[in-house]
């Protein structure tokens, strides 16, 4: 009995032994419901489990991390889906950010899960996408640990790498972008744009309807333009699924930057004709703007039908890094089991990070190697070509309304893929694109 019914029932001044009688049941009936765990029958309310942190610690290591490991470097990559230096990077780099990766010792001085184990248990759970008990038998560490594993890694992740992998190309990248536009024979080419959803297993029932779209289930909207080498450079994720690919472009800040001033200025000509802003490969959905290309859906000529082959070949970038996207990180293509909408955004921008991370880390040269670089080193060198500027200063309310106007120009959009139709057959006949 708690000390606080004691102490009333010793206090007690009544002589009504009903009423002491009323007050020794009800601290009866305290004590067993404080006594019962919120289950059925006689479970208690959490049972402690001892998993020996200490000695699964010591045989992750002996697996995947000392000089000699039972699984060598090819199979790390498999099962973690990134090289050893790169997963080694990556948890100093958030041990420094978050304590909570780094080994300690609980109040009754028990060793902790290291960040070894955390960090195993968070991306086997993005990579293959499994539930979060199914990890307790080789990582020894519980449900709810898991998800939280998986949360704080998510966010950090983002914290740290996005201002990085997650930025807008600048002078060095556009530059490397168009010049390999132009051997492709898209000159000003910045990359393909496309939409994946996502399915929202545990939507709120509440939101069903906001969500639920032409797949009829809830999803949200993944936006993002990839390059050549599939590398995403803008990702604007978390649109309700209700919403098709114009939407998600008028709310997306894609264009937004490039009104504001702040978006790549990119200079060409073609055919003779000078243009002053980039624009990417999208599919027929899209509005015919100045910076956005459409293929021709029934070519009627041999210019036009050679077009459209290269430009649903190059269009193909963004869905083929949506592939190997999914391929990497099964939570992203499956059905995701998690609540709360910020959750999944962490998830899915900490999935996208690590896709970029891992093509800077075993990108291929030209030679056919794969080159391993540190975390230091550029994405890819200037080559030849000068640097194209970055515009990053403040604008005119007029300036911002005419590049609003240039942007959504429906003239230049024709204007310019009767150029690239061109200056692509005048290629094809010199031999320099088959």
Request: aromatic residues 12%.
């Amino acid at each position: 009995m708690s000390k606080f019914f004691k102490r009333l029932l010793n206090d007690s001044s009544s002589s009504d032994e009903e009423e002491r009688n009323m007050w020794f049941a009800a601290a009866i009936e305290f004590e067993r419901q404080n006594s019962q765990g919120s289950g059925s029958g006689d479970k208690s309310s959490r049972q402690y489990r001892y998993r020996d942190r200490v000695s699964d610690h010591s045989r992750l290591l002996n697996d995947y991390f000392v000089e000699n490991p039972v699984y060598d470097e090819t199979l790390f990559r498999r099962r973690f889906r990134l090289s050893r230096p790169l997963f080694l990077r990556i948890l100093h780099t958030l041990q420094q950010h978050n304590d909570y990766f780094v080994q300690r010792r609980n109040a009754a001085n028990t060793v902790g899960l290291s960040g070894e184990q955390k960090m195993t248990a968070a991306l086997r759970m993005l990579a293959y996408g499994m539930s979060a008990d199914s990890l307790d038998e080789y990582v020894r560490i519980g449900e709810t640990t898991t998800i939280e594993c998986v949360k704080r890694f998510c966010q950090g992740v983002v914290e740290i790498f996005g201002p990085e992998y997650l930025r807008s190309p600048n002078a060095a990248d556009i530059s490397r972008l168009l010049r390999k536009a132009n051997q492709r024979g898209f000159p000003g080419m910045l990359g393909s744009l496309d939409c994946m959803y996502w399915t929202w297993k545990n939507c709120p029932a509440a939101y069903h309807g906001m969500y639920t779209g032409h797949v009829h289930r809830p999803t949200i909207v993944l936006e993002a333009v990839a390059s050549y080498d599939l590398w995403i450079w803008h990702a604007f994720f978390g649109m309700p699924g209700s919403n098709n690919d114009i939407n998600v472009l008028d709310a997306s800040n894609l264009f937004a930057n490039l009104q504001e001033g702040c978006g790549p200025s990119v200079n060409y000509t073609i055919m003779g004709n000078h243009y002053n802003m980039g624009y990417y490969l999208a599919d027929g959905i899209y509005p015919k703007w100045a910076t956005i290309v459409q293929s021709i859906s029934h070519p009627q000529e041999l210019a036009h039908d050679f077009f459209a082959k290269k430009h649903e070949s190059y269009r193909k970038d963004v869905e083929r890094a949506f592939g190997v996207l999914q391929a990497r990180f099964a939570i992203v293509r499956g059905p995701t089991r998690f609540w709360h909408h910020e959750d999944l955004t962490f998830i899915m921008k900490a999935c996208i990070i690590l896709h970029n991370m891992i093509i800077e880390d075993e990108r291929v040269d030209d030679n056919g190697l794969v080159a391993m670089t540190s975390g230091n080193d550029d994405y890819d060198s200037l080559g030849t070509d000068g640097p194209v500027e970055v515009s990053r200063g403040p604008i005119s309310f007029d300036h911002f309304m005419a590049t609003n106007r240039a942007i959504r120009d429906s003239n230049t959009h024709y204007a310019l893929r009767r150029d690239i139709i061109a200056h692509l057959w005048t290629l094809h006949g010199q031999g320099v694109i088959e």
